[in-house]
Nanobody
Framework: QVQLVESGGGLVQPGGSLRLSCVAS????????ANWYRQAPGNQRDLVAG???????VYADSVKGRFTISRDNAKNTVFLQMDSLKPEDTAVYYC?????????WGQGTQVTVSS
């Protein structure tokens, strides 16, 4: 199983920016799509953004134009650049990749958008 470690969360004011990182323990990570999900208290875990091996991206409607997902396969890392943050972006953000039928999740990183 691939270990995923997220970092970069924190407290930010509305309109601010954060950059999340997710580092995978195995180089096989670069051969599979990767995703960012988020979960707010009392809500289900929802897909925020995804990226294929070739770099094709997909975004939830709520973050289009504000968030950017990217990856550095040489470093087994996927990023989520979050700009123009809103209070409703407050959640725990999780990195995910599905490898050979196994769902791999990180421990999550808290993002809080508040003045």
């Amino acid at each position: 199983q691939v270990q995923l470690v997220e970092s970069g969360g924190g407290l930010v004011q509305p309109g601010g920016s954060l950059r999340l990182s997710c580092v995978a323990s195995e180089s096989i990570f670069k051969l599979y799509p990767a995703n960012w999900y988020r979960q707010a208290p009392g809500n289900q875990r929802d897909l925020v953004a995804g990226i294929t091996v070739g770099g094709t991206t997909v975004y939830a409607d709520s973050v289009k134009g504000r968030f950017t997902i990217s990856r550095d396969n040489a470093k087994n890392t996927v990023f989520l650049q979050m700009d123009s943050l809103k209070p409703e972006d407050t959640a725990v953000y999780y990195c995910n990749t599905d490898i050979r039928g196994v769902r791999n999740w990180g421990q999550g990183t808290q993002v809080t958008v508040s003045s």
